[in-house]
C-alpha cells in the first residue's frame, strides 16, 4: 500500500508565498506523475499542477505563473511552491501520485490521494 502525506498549508495574507510538499511511501516500484489538486467549498476539485517522471509539467490556468510545481524523484517527494496567493486560492489542497506498486507481482498500478492540506488566504 502506498502513503502519501502532504504538509506545509496554512494561513497566508494576499500576495504572500506559501511552500506544500507531499511525500509517496510504501513499496513503490516506480512513479508516473505526481500532482496536486484543491477543492474549495462548495467546488468540484480541481487540477493545480502534475509533474511527470520525465519532468513534463502542466498547470491549471488560474494558477499559471504564480504557482511552480517541482519533483525529487530519489526521495518521492513533490513540492508546491504558490506565489502572489489570491483569497481564491482559499481550498483544500490534495496530493496525488500515480505508479506502480511492487505489492503486486508483476507490478501493478496505484493511484493514491493524500489527505489533504488547508490553505487559507485572508487578511
Known amino acids: 500500500q502506498v502513503e502519501v502525506v502532504e504538509s506545509g498549508g496554512g494561513l497566508v495574507q494576499p500576495g504572500g508565498s506559501l511552500e506544500l510538499s507531499c511525500t509517496a511511501s510504501g513499496n513503490i516500484f516506480m512513479i508516473n506523475a505526481m500532482g496536486w489538486y484543491r477543492q474549495a467549498p462548495g467546488k468540484q476539485r480541481e487540477l493545480v499542477a502534475i509533474?511527470?517522471?520525465?519532468?513534463?509539467?502542466n498547470y491549471g490556468d488560474s494558477v499559471k505563473g504564480r504557482f511552480t510545481i517541482s519533483r525529487v524523484n530519489a526521495m518521492n517527494t513533490v513540492y508546491l511552491q504558490m506565489r502572489t496567493l489570491k483569497p481564491e486560492d482559499t481550498a483544500v489542497y490534495y496530493c496525488?501520485?500515480?505508479?506502480?506498486?511492487?505489492?503486486?507481482?508483476?507490478?501493478?498500478?496505484?493511484?493514491?490521494w493524500g489527505q489533504g492540506t488547508q490553505v487559507f488566504v485572508s487578511s
Open positions: 509533474v511527470t517522471s520525465g519532468g513534463s509539467t
Open positions: 496525488n501520485v500515480v505508479g506502480y506498486s511492487n505489492d503486486y507481482s508483476p507490478p501493478r498500478v496505484f493511484n493514491s
